[in-house]
Structures are given as C-alpha cells and as structure tokens.
C-alpha cells in the first residue's frame, strides 16, 4: 500500500476498558502537531469485553477514509493481536503486553469458533496449542517488528508514585499503548501530555494520573531502545489555528442548532443516541441578534440572548416521529435520529406528516439489517426502504450526505426543504458517518440561509379575516404549495387528518376533491425538480476522458475520493458521480453524465440498490458493481485493489468485499 | 359581563356522522360548553384525536384540531404542548384507542406530568370497526357483534392512570353533559396531566351498558321496587381524595386506598366524578424551565431563528471551541 498517503494506527482491546478515549488522546496529539485525521470505531453490541478496535489513518494533508491495514498496532489485550496481526504494512509494528506471550487462544472465549479454526488452520496447529507466541511470530515473518511492552512495570512505577493500587491503574492500559505508539515516532511527551489534558478536560486527577503513566511508558520506550528501532517519525507541522475534532453524530447536531431546529425526539438506539445526548448537553443556545431588530424577543424578555432545544426522549419510535411531527405543527423546527429499526416503527408518523404535509426532519443512520441485523456495524442497506417507507403515495426528499463534514450543510438544507416544500425529509446516514472521526478546518455557519417557506403571520391572516376569508391550509395552489399557519397563532384555527382532506382539512372521500389533493402533493415533487439546483442534488467530480466512472452515494465518499487521487497518481483518470438527492431523483443529470458510458457502481449492500434506482429511473444499467455486505465499511485499500481489477479488464461485472475483522 | 367569545364560536358547519344517540355528542357538548365557559380562544386550543368515533371529534370544535394516528394522539399532542407550553393542549381518545394501541402512550404520558388533559371516550367497543371488544369490556361480556363472550379481562382506567402517575384523575358520564363539562374545566385548569374517563353507551354496537342500564334497568330497589340509577356522584357522597406535600404517608395510603374501592366499584353502583387529585409533583414544563430557565417565556415555538437577512442567529462558537485542537 505504498501507494496510499500517511499512516494508519490500531488501537484494540475489550469493549468498555478505553478504546475511545485511546483513540481520542491519540488523534488529539496528531491534531495538535498539526496532522490531519481520519478515524474508524468498530465496537460489539455489548457493554463490556468484546473486541473493540478503532483504525486512525493520518497525514499532512487530509484523509477521507481508512485503511484496513495498520503500521502500528496498539495492543493491550491479547485478542486484538490474534484478530488483526496479519493486517500490518511493511515494517509495520506491532505494540502488545509482553505478559500475554503465552496465553492460549482456546482462553479467549470471545474470539468465534469460526476465526479460531481459521486461525488453526493458517497455522496448521491445533486450537489448544496455539499461543500469541505463534501469532507473534506468524506476524514477524512478514517482516512485522515487535514491540513488547513491560504494562506492568510501567504501571507499578506509576503506583509508587501516586499510591495508587494496582487494580485501579490498569484503567491507563490504553493510554500506555497511545503513549508507547507516540515514543515510537517520536512524539514529544510534552504534546502528549497536553493532549491528555485536552481530552479529560477539567477532571484533574484523572489528567495528572495519565501524564504520569505516559512519562513512563515514554522511560521504558527510550530504555529499551524502540525509538530507534522504527522508522516512522512525526514531526510538528505549520498548521494555522486549530482543526475541528468532529464525529458525525457531532456535525449533524451542530447542523440542527444551525438550522434553527428547537425541538428533538428520540428513543435510544445505536447509532443515533448520540446525537440527541449532544443535543441535551448543549441544550441552551446561544444567540446573536440584534434587539432591537426583534421585537418578539424583547417582548419575552429572553434571557442572556439565548435560546433552547427541547430533547424529549419518548417511549418508543412511533412516539418520538409523532411527537416531533405534533412540536412541527407549532411551526418549531422539530426532528428526530434513529436507526433501521427505529425507522421501520416510525413509517405511520411519516405518512401522517406526508399526507398533512407537516415539514419534519427524521435522520436516519443506517446499520446492518434487517431487523435488529447489526446494531453496532454498519450498512447502506436502507435507500431503498427510506424512499418508499408507507403506505399509499406521498413526497418526500432523501438526502444522503457522503461524509461528517457534507452531513452538517445537509442537515441545514434538509430543514429548509422540509419547510419549503411542506413535506417530511429524511436525512440518510451511517455508522460509518455517525462514528468516525475526522479533523476539518471548521463549519460555516452562514453559508446556507433559513429558508421557512410560505407562512401567514397573524397580521395577514387579521387582514384576510377581516376581508372575511377563512384559513385554508390545504388551500390548492398553482404550485402546490398552501400557506402554513403556525398552530396557536392568533386569527386562525385549522385542521389536519390522516385521512384524505379537503381545503380545510375535514375528512372527505369526495373522488375529485381526492385526486385534486394527490397531484398537489405529488406535484410538488416536480417543483422539487425544478427548485433545488442540481448543485445540491448531486455532486459531479468530472475528468476529461475518464478511464472509469464511479457512481455511488452517501458515506463511501471519502473513500472514492482518496481512491481517484492515488489512482490518479499512476495516471488513471477517474471520475466520480455522487449522488446527494437519492429522492427525488435526478435522473436527467444522471443520464447526462452516465449515457453510453461504462460505469462502476459502489455501494454498501447487497443488492446495488443506487444502481436499481438509476435503472429503474433512466434505463441504465451499470458495467460493474462492487458491494459489501458484512457490516464493515469499505476501506481504502480493498477498493484500490477492486477498482485496479476493473481498470485492468480482469474485474467480474460483481465483486463482492470482504475485509474488516 | 360581555362575553368574548359565545358557545357557537366553538362549533363547526362540519357535517356530524356518528350515529344517533351517540355518546359522542353528549361529549362534544361538553367540550364546547367546557371551553366557552372558560372563555378560552380557539386559537389557542389545540385538540388531538386518534382513530374511531372518536377520532373525529376535533372536526367538530373551532380549534386547532387534529385528527391523528390510531393510538398515537397523545405524542402528538405532548410534542405540540412542549413547543408551546402557554397553549391549551387536550387529547380525545377512545378506549381501544387509547388503551389497546396507544397504551404505551398513556402509560408515559402519566410518568411526565406534561400539563395536558385526555379525555377517553370509553364505550366498551370499537364502533367504526363494527363492534369488536376494546379493552374496558369486561371479561365474560357479549355485545352485540361479539361471536363469542368476551374472553379478556378489562382494564381500569382509573386505576391504570393512578399507577402511571397522572395527577387529576376522574370519570364522567357522556349523557350528564353538565357534569362532565365541569370535569372538564377542573382538568384543563388543573396543572400537570389529567385524564378523564367518560362513560358512553354505544347505542349501536354496546347492547348490554346502555343508557337505559346506566339509568338503571333491572337494578330494582327492593323496597320500593323503582329503579335506582346506577351511577352516581362522588362529590355527593363527601369523597374527595386531594393529596398534598403536607400528608402524611399514612394519610396517603389511606386516601389511595379509598380511591381505589371506589375505582373498583361497578355494576349496581358505578361513580363519577374526581377520584384522584395530587398536587406534590411539579409539571414536565417547570422541570424543563428548570433547566431552561426562559424555557415558558421563550419556548420552541416562539423562538426567532434567522435575522432579517435570512442567515442562521445561532452561534455555535463556544461548541465549536470546545472540539477544537
């Protein structure tokens, strides 16, 4: 992989013992000295003792993606060496507690039965013999070093120092493998230790207790010689200002305060809790209006300039899209997060606000299904499902952002259309989206404006009673589009209903009343068309005479990306459509760029569902797909080798990705 | 004193089709009264109904109305309610609605304490459907429609609301319209959730409860061999179960307990009126303004978002400092 910019680092252990906070010390530093991050969690459903893994890949220039591969591998428990000793890079190393040379793999009751006789068999030893010596060693014949670490001297020293007891301190096993990573290349202690303060903030013992654990993983490193040992060094970079350390939980949220989004509901489910718990932490918003420009806000007597998002957690999905469509109906921005099954709950609430044309933003991160499927990996297996969720017909606008950065401007835009169009819009991310982290230079707060689309006021709707007309708020347009009234407003009363309607919104059965109500709101899915520029629809990343056209959509963007700059470095030109609307839509701009062309289609699942959609909308059919469907995110390094067999003319019109442990 | 708003500015020109001598009605009457005479504006009510009979009683009211999902009116109306808590939120469901499908609604709603009213439309049966057993028919019933008897229990309201924590709890009778409309009022007036369980003969598919039972069919006295009515008034018998911070533990057990003889009453006897009222918890919304401290003055609903340019007035800066290294 000599081929793929920067450096890739593996930190793993048992789930609930530090992973995350590993990671997150270990990307803080690399910020720090001005690197630019990418990073990739793995995690089990479970809440203690899985295998838990977190991939960082970094550069002196950005990096969209990772690589299933490792030039260090940080270990603190014994399985992550047995998982993953085979994935390192030339001269690669692997960093491991020297106590665990001897522990047997039949002693690992949390490797599979499958990997363990997988295992047996690439050493040709039975399951009860086999050591992490044998592992050790499979991986030093590849030309991997090895790094043993002596934890327990390290943490012994520490003890003496603070009194603390042995138990307590092997908490820090993690920070000793970060740390024992950072000596390696030659990171300073300094940087490293700053970087600790940074992630464990004010809580100052904790802070002083893993500066000192780094200060002797860094002694034992440097007596043992490792620093010399290894060839990758970092060194601090020019960087102007600070990088944001951002995960996609994180920018959606950003994205919602952004928006104006004041009230979020949720039920708990992976991966989509955390964002309402960001939310909740920063539920007070700050403010920056001009006063006097905002007489409502004086007449409230609005404290401090702030505002606030209500995060109402509820009982079940079909609470949480219902009581985020019923706050819409007071004219709040309202949303709710979720996954697949979440989702699969939450379809009546969304044909209800389909057919009231209530304006509610539900993101949607996507993982392994069907049902409960892979709560913790993830997938891209529900495009299809978000854009014909429901029963009978009704518009909606499915947005897929391709990465962390992408997902806060969507969140924004998604609002925007919501209110614009007067319909539900589905935000469609992932795991893979929701999880990671990336380093970004900042998030532009005024690039996109509030667009609330066509609302009465209480002034004209005095004016219009006073010329004795009556509130309509299904009143047929020309576009389609009927004024919305904020429910409470003064001057009017209106009505809504899960049945088919009329103007007012009473119930009717009435044949013309009925089709008149259908192609207005399906008509709007043609203003849509016309509206939105095709700019935020898609985004076409052209070459002059391409050898390949990539299609796909939502998270392996970053992944396409840096796989179209390394192939460009061997002189292959690629070009990427990615689209961003995958409802409605845009099948003429497709078409345009995809006529008579030969295409490769990527995606996350099983059944190339972009590539259905684009066939079934403009006849099209792709000359290669390439899907993965083990609830593992296509990497880097297994596409380069995929995407290099199609340029090759060796590629089946299927390729099928594997990797990931 | 001149009225601001009359009774009929509370009424709608929608065609009405629930069937003749329904219950409904006498509830719908209630309301409007309920309304009128708290002088409420109907631009400041909102109403949300599930699916059934029921369900289409917000057409009926000038109000906000809205008519719902089967079993999901009250989310939606706690979501209208916590984006504006200076609105008058009330929830109509029916029993099968409220109680079967949406009964995990009701049981959460009651944990919260929002400062809502429900109000159950219990007939014994879901109507629009044509008569199947909801789930206030008692075991062993067979209505009208049923092929066989009844083969589950019944669940009480009242008590089911006293357990999930709702803080106004009473019954009332669809055909005393002038005591339900005082139910009513009590209720919305009151501050946290209330829930009102309003008896209603289903004159079409209920043939065994109906408002010739209520008035007490069979139920002979043996002295005088009249009638007596089977239901009655709690506030005429001196019941009045109100529990304060200054009670003691006993004294709580013991007005709990009274509630729920009275709660468990039925057949010959059946009350109505207030049977639970609790005044220790405060409500979700004093809650929230706890930690939001402009939380009512300057709730979801009323808050401004972008400036007169258009652009977002939200600033994220200290958030954006604080993931910055």
Redesign the interface.
Known sequence: MNNIRGYSWLIGGAQGTGIERGASIFT?AL??WGYRVFGKREYYSNIMGEHSYYYVRFDEKPVRSHIERYHILAAYDVETVFRHNLEGLEGSAIIFNQLHRNTKLSTIHTIEERLAHDISARLKKPINDITLQDILDEAESLGIKIFPIDYNEILSKVSAKTKEPMVVLTRTNNVIAVSASLALMGYSLESLQD?IA?VFEKRKKVVELNMLVAEATYEQVKSKGYDNSFNIKLRKLNKNG?????NGN?TVA?GK????C??Q?YYPITPASDESFFLED?????????LD??P??QE????DN?????V?Q???E???I?????????????STSTSGPGLSLMV??LG?AGINEVPVVIVHYQRGGPSTGLPTRTEQGDLRFVIHAGHGEFPRIVLASGDIEEAFYDT?RAFNYAERYQLPVILLLDKYIANSVVTLD??D??R?????GFVMTEKELLRSKEIGEQYKRFKFTETGISPRV??????????????EHDEL???TEDPVIRQKMMEKRMGKLSLIEKEIPIEERASYFKVDKPNLTIVSWGSTKGTIIDLMEVLDNEGYKIEFLQVRMVHPLPASFINSVLANKNWLVIENNYSAQLAGLIAEKTGLFPRYQIVKYNGRQISLDELYIAVKRVLEGKAPERQVLEGGA | MELRFKLTDYRTAVHNNWCPGCGDFGILSALQQALYELQLDPSNVLLFSGIGCSGKTPHYVNAYGFHTLHGRALPYAIGAKLARPDLEVIALVGDGDGLGIGAGHFVNAGRRNIDFTVIIFDNEVYGLTKGQASPTLKLGMQTKSLPKPNISQAVNPILLAYACGYTFIARGYAYDTNHLKELIKQAILHKGSAVIDVIQPCPTYNDIHTKDWFAGKGNIDPKTGKEIPRIYKLESTGYNCVITNEMSEEEISRKVAEMIVKANEWGDRIPIGVFYRDLRYDTYEDRLEKRIPNYKVYPPGKQLIANKEGYPITDISKILEKLSI
């Open positions: 803080s910020a720090l970087a940074y600070k990088f944001l350390l951002v994180q950003l305060l952004v928006a104006g004041r009230f509901t920063n539920e007070i918003i700050d403010l920056q209006p001009t420009e905002y409502l806000i409230s007597k609005i404290l702030s505002g606030s998002i209500v109402f509820t009982e079940d079909i609470a949480a219902t009581a985020a469509t019923g706050a819409a109906l007071t004219g709040v921005r309202s009546e609430g209800w924004i900042g998030l707060t005024k996109i404006k509030i667009d609330r904020f429910a409470g407003t003064k001057y009017a009363v209106y009505w809504a209903t899960g049945d919104g009473h119930i």
